[in-house]
């Protein structure tokens, strides 16, 4: 009697991970590739005493769809603030609330800046350079689809940290040396800049 149970077991647990196994392959099989550009614009400000300030966003994605609601991609973009420039390097997750051909759908971006500077490295006294930190971007949207391709319509938030890197010069007296020190001054300063975004996404599937 063990016996046939524990043959049972086995032959219960083969079937189901061939089963299992089956099903990974069909998903696999099911998954597509898509991607899409989108462009919109950053409203926000970096001192808000002077007023909102309107600014560029672009980016292209590009990845696989799994059934018909998540999408799983990686990203590359260029967003523009007031002041600075950055070009982020993000994974994307989507997920569409309704598995039919025009649905709302949730998207979550995350990353990080893969190159930071700014406008003219010039129009601040002691800059040196800038290093870009993490990106977060959560959005909404709505897509209509047109056979294969595709229009979607996003809004969301999207959070970017800039570190900027600062040298002045030093000319204090040392009086054990009796000379002047010209060891510089070094500082940095942490930005983490915070928007409202609103885009347009054309792309295929």
Request: with cysteine.
């Amino acid at each position: 009697m063990r016996v046939r149970i524990f043959c049972g077991m086995l032959f219960f647990v083969g079937a189901v991970s061939a089963q299992s196994n089956l099903d990974s392959v069909a998903r696999v099989k099911r998954a597509e590739y898509f991607f899409y550009f989108q462009s919109g614009t950053l409203v926000g400000c970096n001192e808000c005493g002077r007023g909102k300030e309107i600014t560029f966003s672009g980016a292209t994605v590009h990845g696989i769809k799994l059934d018909k609601r998540v999408r799983l991609g990686v990203g590359l973009g260029y967003d523009s603030y007031y002041g600075w420039n950055t070009v982020p390097i993000f994974g994307s997750v989507s997920w569409d609330m309704f598995a039919k051909k025009n649905a709302f759908f949730l998207q979550f971006n995350y990353g990080g800046a893969l190159k930071t500077w700014r406008y003219d490295q010039h129009d601040q006294y002691g800059y040196k350079k800038s290093e870009g930190g993490r990106m977060v971007n959560p959005m909404v949207g709505y897509r209509i689809r047109y056979h294969d391709a595709s229009i979607a319509l996003m809004v969301g938030y999207k959070f970017q940290q800039i570190t900027s890197y600062y040298e002045y010069e030093n000319y204090w007296w040392n009086p054990v040396t009796e000379r002047y020190d010209q060891e510089p001054i070094v500082s940095n300063e942490n930005r983490k800049l915070n928007r409202f975004m609103i885009s347009l996404a054309v792309g295929w599937k």
